[in-house]
């Protein structure tokens, strides 16, 4: 069976029909020129060579469909051509579906009236380069097989490339468009190059598609710049670029790197829902006035570094891979509300409240539909925020909530007694489990530890450094951060909690301190040994376990030494004596002193365990038991009476803390 084949529609102008059959019944479809039926092609030599006589420059031509050569075409540009200034110059022209069968020599031309290429085919290069159209400039639904060039072409009105295809590269460098350009659904599928152009009206290029780079830099937008849903499949670079009105890049998606650094975003930068699948940059760019960006999707890096955000309040959407804000000036308040970014402030100046908040859902484009994260929510990648670095930031206006903090440095922040940190923030931890020093086993207490602190101990020998995440300077640690200045970053901290009330989250900070300064070297040793002892006893206030512990060891062995050494052998029986002389009665009572002289055997016993038990308990409470103890027994009294109490105010005092508001 043979597929029926529909035959080409006739055009909606007369048409010169050359060449048709029954394959093809339409034949050529160039309109005719002059009275008779043949287009400009198929006229006959002399009847051709007639009609280039009277054209002039500034002449109009109707060439509509017609199929045109190289040496047609060079004709009718010497027949246009203005002695005056040695350019081609046209008046209205109509090339509506005419196929350029080479080259299109259009370079330098101008086009005092309005100019249609609609539905052109260029097989060759079109030079349009130094064109001036001082009318409306239609292009839409044209073929340009080859390169098209329009460098530093002037469009004085309106310039359509609607539905334009551009198989071969695109030159608009230096090209000027004082009214609107429309590029809606035009397709780039090499390089488009759009360097130092000028748009002085909005420039649309909705659902453009760019499957090569495309490159914008220097480029100027007076009025709107439009590229929703477009497509870039290449580089993207707007290097530079400065847009005046709104930037729209709606929908948009970039497959490779997007590069909008130094550019200046004069009025609003929409970015809702676009797709970075490489990397996104905007360093040095700037934003002015009220900014919403995003919510926007990055499966690489989306870097702001050195961008300054000059409006008064600034809101950034992403969810990305990594984000970075280094040296990023705020000058109103901003919120960052993010999804799994792994994210750099340090060195950002941030001169009002600047929110970091952890987005808990996807975020949801314009139609409300949630948007597609892509690799990012396909892999095992945790959403939550992490925040890396704080180091020369004044975080007096930061406030984190719900971020990651277990790999944030804050060494080098300035002002961390005023940073506000919300619930459910994260530090990193001690590791998990027992393990052995020397012969005992030991574990790492409970408790939030900043990630300086971790790299330290990540240094020391043997087991006490394993299971802690090195630094950054692990091979150089003379560059890591000393005890003294991890210290006073967690003394710093622990303010920020203390002013926030939560007394709890506080404790933490404040055992970290007192780590620091018992390992700081730079102290005198009799403090460190000091601190060394109050760690041990209690956690430095802070173990409850500890201290009851303690306190239960100490009283078992001031039960066992007054069993073997306090308590005599029997309570010593007064004896009293009087005298009567002169009418007076003289009393004198007398107690022998305690004699401990039983075997060492005899001495534990159910009885003396009970009196050693009244002492044991009366000295916690701090009283005295009323017992006759010998010398020694009186000694571990007076030391039991200070020392348990100390244990179990020590107890009630790390409760306290940490059910205190």
Same mark, same amino acid.
């Given at each position: 069976?043979?597929?029926?084949?529909?035959?080409?529609?006739?055009?909606?102008?007369?048409?010169?029909?050359?060449?048709?059959?029954?394959?093809?019944? +339409? /034949?050529?479809?160039? *309109?005719?020129?002059?009275?008779?039926?043949?287009?400009?092609?198929?006229? #006959?030599?002399?009847?051709?060579?007639?009609?280039?006589?009277?054209?002039?420059?500034?002449?109009?031509? $109707?060439?509509?469909?017609?199929?045109?050569?190289?040496?047609?075409?060079?004709?009718?540009?010497?027949?246009?051509?203005?002695?005056?200034?040695?350019?081609?110059?046209? /008046?209205?022209?109509?090339?509506?579906?005419?196929?350029?069968?080479?080259?299109?020599?259009?370079?330098?031309?101008?086009?005092?009236?309005?100019?249609?290429?609609?539905?052109?085919?260029?097989?060759?290069?079109?030079?349009?380069?130094?064109?001036?159209?001082?009318?409306?400039? !239609?292009?839409?639904?044209?073929?340009?097989?080859?390169?098209?060039?329009?460098?530093?072409?002037?469009?004085?009105?309106?310039?359509?490339?609607?539905?334009?295809?551009?198989?071969?590269?695109? !030159?608009?460098?230096?090209?000027?468009?004082?009214?609107?350009?429309?590029?809606?659904?035009?397709?780039?599928?090499?390089?488009?190059?759009?360097?130092?152009?000028?748009?002085?009206?909005?420039?649309?290029?909705?659902?453009?598609?760019?499957? &090569?780079?495309?490159?914008?830099?220097?480029?100027?937008?007076?009025?709107?710049?439009?590229?929703?849903?477009?497509?870039?499949?290449?580089?993207?670079?707007?290097?530079?670029?400065?847009?005046?009105?709104?930037?729209?890049?709606?929908?948009?998606?970039?497959?490779?790197?997007? !590069?909008? &650094?130094?550019?200046?975003?004069?009025?609003?930068?929409?970015?809702?829902? +676009?797709?970075?699948?490489?990397?996104?940059?905007?360093?040095?760019?700037?934003?002015?006035?009220?900014?919403?960006?995003?919510?926007?999707?990055?499966?690489?890096?989306?870097?702001?570094?050195?961008?300054?955000?000059?409006?008064?309040?600034?809101?950034?959407?992403?969810?990305?891979?990594?984000?970075?804000?280094?040296?990023?000036?705020?000058?109103?308040?901003?919120?960052?509300?993010?999804?799994?970014?792994?994210?750099?402030?340090?060195?950002?100046?941030?001169?009002?409240?600047?929110?970091?908040?952890?987005?808990?859902?996807?975020?949801?484009?314009?139609?409300?539909?949630?948007?597609?994260?892509?690799?990012?929510?396909?892999?095992?990648?945790?959403?939550?925020?992490?925040?890396?670095?704080?180091?020369?930031?004044?975080?007096?206006?930061?406030?984190?909530?719900?971020?990651?903090?277990?790999?944030?440095?804050?060494? /080098?922040?300035?002002?961390?007694?005023?940073?506000?940190?919300?619930?459910?923030?994260?530090?990193?931890?001690?590791?998990?489990?027992?393990?052995?020093?020397?012969?005992?086993?030991?574990?790492?207490?409970?408790?939030?530890?900043?990630?300086?602190?971790?790299?330290?101990?990540?240094?020391?020998?043997?087991?006490?450094?394993?299971?802690?995440?090195?630094?950054?300077?692990?091979? *150089?640690?003379?560059?890591?951060?000393?005890?003294?200045?991890?210290?006073?970053?967690?003394?710093?901290?622990?303010?920020?909690?203390?002013?926030?009330?939560?007394? #709890?989250?506080?404790?933490?900070?404040?055992?970290?301190?007192?780590?620091?300064?018992?390992?700081?070297?730079?102290?005198?040793?009799?403090?460190?040994?000091?601190?060394?002892?109050?760690?041990?006893?209690?956690?430095?206030?802070?173990?409850?376990?500890?201290?009851?512990?303690?306190?239960?060891?100490?009283?078992?062995?001031?039960?066992?030494?007054?069993?073997?050494? /306090?308590?005599?052998?029997?309570?010593?029986?007064?004896?009293?004596?009087?005298?009567?002389? $002169?009418?007076?009665?003289?009393?004198?009572?007398?107690?022998?002193?305690?004699?401990?002289?039983?075997?060492?055997?005899?001495?534990?016993?159910?009885?003396?365990?009970?009196?050693?038990?009244?002492?044991?308990?009366?000295?916690? +409470?701090?009283?005295?038991?009323?017992?006759?103890?010998?010398?020694?027994?009186?000694?571990?009294?007076?030391?039991?009476?200070?020392?348990?109490?100390?244990?179990?105010?020590?107890?009630?005092?790390?409760?306290?803390?940490? +059910?205190?508001?």
């Amino acid at each position: 069976m043979t597929a029926a084949v529909l035959a080409p529609s006739a055009p909606p102008w007369p048409h010169c029909g050359d060449g048709a059959s029954a394959a093809d019944p +339409v /034949g050529c479809r160039g *309109v005719p020129v002059g009275a008779g039926r043949e287009c400009l092609r198929h006229l #006959p030599r002399p009847a051709r060579t007639g009609y280039l006589r009277t054209l002039t420059a500034g002449s109009a031509l $109707d060439l509509r469909g017609t199929p045109l050569d190289r040496p047609l075409l060079d004709a009718l540009r010497a027949a246009c051509t203005d002695t005056a200034t040695g350019r081609p110059r046209f /008046g209205r022209v109509d090339f509506s579906g005419a196929e350029f069968l080479g080259d299109a020599p259009f370079d330098g031309a101008a086009f005092t009236d309005t100019a249609v290429f609609t539905g052109a085919v260029f097989a060759g290069t079109a030079r349009f380069d130094r064109a001036v159209f001082d009318d409306d400039a !239609w292009f839409d639904d044209v073929v340009f097989a080859r390169d098209a060039r329009f460098n530093q072409v002037v469009f004085h009105d309106r310039a359509r490339f609607r539905r334009a295809v551009f198989r071969g590269c695109a !030159w608009f460098d230096v090209a000027t468009f004082t009214s609107t350009a429309q590029f809606r659904s035009a397709a780039f599928e090499r390089t488009a190059w759009f360097d130092a152009a000028a748009f002085t009206r909005a420039g649309r290029f909705d659902g453009a598609v760019f499957r &090569d780079a495309a490159w914008f830099d220097t480029a100027a937008f007076a009025r709107d710049a439009r590229f929703d849903a477009a497509v870039f499949d290449g580089l993207a670079r707007f290097t530079v670029a400065r847009f005046a009105r709104t930037a729209q890049f709606d929908a948009a998606t970039f497959a490779d790197t997007a !590069w909008f &650094d130094s550019a200046a975003f004069a009025g609003a930068a929409r970015f809702d829902a +676009v797709a970075f699948a490489g990397e996104a940059r905007f360093d040095g760019a700037v934003f002015e006035g009220l900014q919403h960006l995003g919510p926007m999707v990055g499966a690489g890096r989306i870097v702001f570094d050195r961008a300054r955000f000059s409006g008064v309040q600034v809101a950034v959407e992403a969810a990305a891979a990594e984000l970075a804000f280094t040296r990023a000036a705020f000058d109103g308040s901003a919120v960052l509300r993010l999804r799994y970014a792994e994210l750099q402030l340090n060195r950002a100046t941030l001169s009002a409240p600047v929110t970091v908040h952890f987005w808990p859902v996807p975020f949801t484009g314009p139609t409300g539909a949630p948007l597609d994260e892509g690799p990012l929510g396909a892999g095992s990648l945790s959403a939550a925020v992490r925040l890396l670095d704080l180091e020369g930031v004044d975080v007096a206006h930061l406030v984190l909530t719900d971020v990651d903090l277990s790999r944030c440095r804050f060494t /080098g922040a300035f002002h961390l007694d005023q940073i506000r940190i919300g619930f459910g923030c994260r530090f990193a931890a001690p590791p998990a489990g027992w393990h052995r020093r020397g012969v005992l086993p030991v574990r790492w207490s409970r408790r939030k530890v900043i990630a300086e602190e971790a790299h330290w101990r990540a240094l020391a020998p043997g087991p006490d450094g394993r299971g802690w995440p090195t630094g950054p300077h692990h091979a *150089v640690p003379g560059l890591g951060p000393a005890t003294g200045d991890l210290a006073g970053v967690y003394q710093q901290l622990r303010k920020a909690f203390e002013e926030a009330r939560n007394e #709890p989250d506080a404790a933490d900070f404040y055992y970290g301190e007192m780590e620091m300064r018992r390992h700081d070297r730079q102290r005198p040793r009799a403090e460190r040994r000091l601190l060394g002892a109050y760690w041990l006893a209690s956690g430095y206030g802070l173990r409850a376990s500890r201290a009851l512990s303690g306190l239960l060891a100490a009283m078992g062995v001031t039960l066992l030494a007054m069993m073997l050494f /306090g308590l005599p052998n029997d309570s010593p029986d007064p004896q009293t004596t009087g005298s009567y002389a $002169d009418g007076a009665v003289r009393v004198t009572t007398r107690t022998p002193d305690p004699v401990l002289t039983l075997p060492l055997r005899r001495r534990v016993t159910a009885a003396r365990a009970e009196k050693a038990a009244l002492v044991v308990v009366n000295s916690v +409470v701090f009283r005295s038991s009323g017992q006759n103890l010998t010398l020694t027994g009186t000694v571990v009294e007076m030391a039991s009476r200070i020392g348990e109490p100390v244990l179990l105010g020590l107890a009630a005092l790390a409760v306290r803390s940490r +059910v205190k508001r």
